[in-house]
DNA sequence: CGCTTTTCGTTCCAAT
DNA sequence: ATTGGAACGA
């Protein structure tokens, strides 16, 4: 009996987890739900998406049963001093509250699905959804009748609703509207024109509603589009009460403490989502155009965060429903969440959100990642790569920024996600750690992406002068990574590299050339050298690079950051190729010597030790900084 | 007919 | 401190 219950509530998480992040969405209300899940779970069953999704989930179950196992722990506890902590914290945190101002928050009306319907009227009354076979962007409200929404492929969506019309993305087109909306919301900023909303409102004598109808009306006559409206004290509140009255409406929220109060209490958590501001760059991009007034800017904004499918499971075994039940459950919380999850909650349950108008300053990172029918020759992941390497460079470029760090992300086509980042200053290291990897990793892969953060400041004077030294060092005089990593003081990353440090030594011969990268290799003998060329060869757009590279071009620029980008994500991608097809498809990879490449018992240990030296090779190439 | 489940930036957390 | 993984929304 039990058994059953536990299977039942897997099956049920299951389904809500295959429904997708977005079902509480405007339009979806009426939905028979249970229908539409059970659609989902039957197309998608078997896939390879769905054998992931178990996976996590399963993984999100342990979580919460081990949560829980401290539940019951705990409730037999006298919780009487931690309760007198967070009511201590409640009080100090509602002192924060600031009702000063309103806060307005504008959302587009199934944004991409609007200017389509505008362009091409007779899909208005058709269900239609934006975006291809395999993914939505969006959907009308006509198609979300049928459980069609956006984040849904296509082709599950054409099984829910057989007459579903898709329309291709044209974000050219959305962009042009969004500056269309942008250049309305300026009429109100007070960089633009002299009056706060505020001030707007108190001087016009019109309510802060008939106002941002007044905005809304403008948008409709200016785009011929639809916009919803949520008003109150702060962002969060906004965003929550944007959705109240969508499509096409508003709701204010009074400022004042109790009416905020009462209007969380009975709101269900998967609701709350926090509406924080972004880089201006994402806005352009972004889905919809949203509009934050305040005292003194008007901000396109970008939503994230908040609680999503995970974290409303979380909650729900914890009995927490609704913003309200926090409160009853603060005991619990308060001991089995982190610090910042249960303060979060705890604003949540206040109403209390940030105020701040100013956009959240700097990005902090960016990334290019690409999704492809799945790839398995080198060749073509090596394109890939290089395609995403320059357009993450171009991005850099574009934004003036330069980089420290870079991550790459891959995808394998059982949807299972790795990633790893490297700092480019040292990136010199073994890879005992990937290589706990390397033996569940396939050969295809379906993504990949690169991601560039810790930006230096273009001020960084020092670094640029040290970055200006090595660029400068031909290539003959650069030395091996190994007898680089010698001169470290005793360190981990000597530790680490003592790999590289073993093999050097064992290894004969001379140092050679390498024809294609132009790179010494130091104590090699002739078949471990024809297999660096062998690898070169597969990667020959990098002797123009590291040619151009090793001649005049300014260090530190964003093409040469690109480039080492590009270099470096080579370095691993070569670094995460499967033991088993790397050593039968090139088994005397290795650049740098091992014991017994050719006749080793042992095929993962010539392909760790060969990759190691790879990733030696890549990195020594790439100036790595002494010490 | 059978195959098709994105993209991006931030933040948090746990492990080390 | 650094890193890998995952959540989040649309």
Do not use: W
């Amino acid at each position: 009996m039990e058994s059953s219950k536990t299977t039942e509530d897997h099956t049920r998480s299951l389904l809500t987890r295959l429904a997708g992040p977005s079902t509480n969405k405007a339009g979806l209300q009426s939905v028979d739900k249970e229908k539409v899940n059970k659609i989902i779970y039957e197309v998608s069953k078997g896939s390879a998406f769905f054998e992931n999704e178990v996976k996590r989930d399963a993984a999100v179950t342990e979580k919460i049963n081990s949560m829980l196992s401290n539940y019951e722990k705990i409730k037999t506890q006298d919780l009487t001093a931690d309760l007198v902590i967070v009511d201590t914290q409640l009080i100090e945190l509602d002192q924060t509250r600031d009702l000063s101002q309103h806060i307005c928050h504008i959302d587009m009306d199934a944004f991409y699905a609007s200017v389509e319907e505008r362009d091409r009227p007779e899909l208005k009354s058709k269900p239609m959804a934006v975006g291809s076979l395999g993914m939505l962007t969006t959907a009308n409200y006509e198609a979300r009748k049928y459980g069609v929404r956006s984040a849904m492929p296509g082709y599950i969506a054409m099984r829910l609703c057989p007459q579903l019309i898709i329309v291709p993305n044209d974000f050219a087109k959305y962009t042009e509207v969004s500056g269309q909306i942008r250049r309305i919301f300026e009429k109100y900023d007070p960089d633009f024109s002299p009056m706060s909303l505020d001030e707007y409102v108190s001087t016009s004598e019109l309510t802060v509603e008939a106002v941002i109808e007044q905005i809304r009306d403008e948008i409709f006559r200016e785009t011929g589009l639809t916009a919803s409206a949520g008003i109150a004290a702060n962002k969060m509140l906004a965003k929550i009460c944007s959705d109240i009255n969508k499509p096409n409406g508003q709701y204010l929220l009074p400022n004042d403490r109790y009416a905020i109060m009462e209007f969380i209490a009975k709101l269900p958590v998967r609701k709350v989502s926090v509406f924080a501001l972004k880089h201006e760059t994402v806005c352009k991009s972004s889905v919809a155009s949203r509009l934050l007034t305040g005292q003194i800017y008007i901000v396109l904004g970008y939503d994230i965060s908040g609680i999503g499918r995970v974290t409303e499971r979380i909650l729900e075994a914890l009995e927490v429903k609704t913003c309200g039940d926090i409160y009853t459950q603060r005991g619990i919380l308060y001991k089995l969440l982190s610090p910042i999850n249960f303060g979060f909650l705890l604003r949540v349950y206040l109403g209390i959100g940030s105020t701040k108008i100013e956009s959240d300053g700097a990005r902090k990172s960016i990334s290019v990642e690409r999704t492809f029918s799945t790839l398995s020759k080198e060749e073509d992941l090596y394109n890939k790569l290089k395609e995403i390497a320059m357009k993450l460079a171009d991005d850099l470029k574009e934004e003036n920024l330069k980089c420290k760090t870079i991550t790459i992300k891959l995808k394998m086509p059982s949807f299972q996600t790795v990633t790893r980042s490297k700092t480019i200053c040292r990136y010199i290291q073994t890879g005992h750690d990937i290589f706990k990897y390397d033996a569940e990793l396939p050969v295809s892969l379906r993504l990949m992406g690169l991601r560039a953060s810790s930006f230096i400041s273009s001020d960084d004077t020092q670094n640029m002068g040290l970055k200006r030294f090595f660029s400068s060092i031909p290539p003959s005089e650069m030395t091996s990574p190994s007898k680089k990593a010698k001169t470290y003081p005793a360190s981990q990353e000597n530790e680490l590299d003592r790999d590289g440090v073993d093999l050097i030594k064992i290894t004969t011969n001379d140092d050679y050339a390498c024809p294609v990268c132009t790179h010494v290799l130091k104590n090699i003998d002739n078949t471990q050298f024809n297999a660096h060329i062998d690898i070169c060869l597969n990667t020959v757009e990098l002797k123009t690079i590291l040619t151009t590279q090793r001649s005049a071009i300014m260090p530190f620029s964003s093409t040469v950051i690109g480039h080492e980008i590009q270099h470096l994500s080579h370095a691993y991608l070569i670094f995460l190729r499967p033991s088993t097809t790397f050593s039968s498809s090139r088994k005397s990879c290795s650049v740098s010597g091992t014991n017994e490449p050719q006749h080793s018992p042992s095929p993962k240990l010539t392909t760790a030790t060969g990759s190691s030296s790879l990733l030696n090779y890549f990195g020594n190439s790439s100036r790595q900084n002494p010490g």
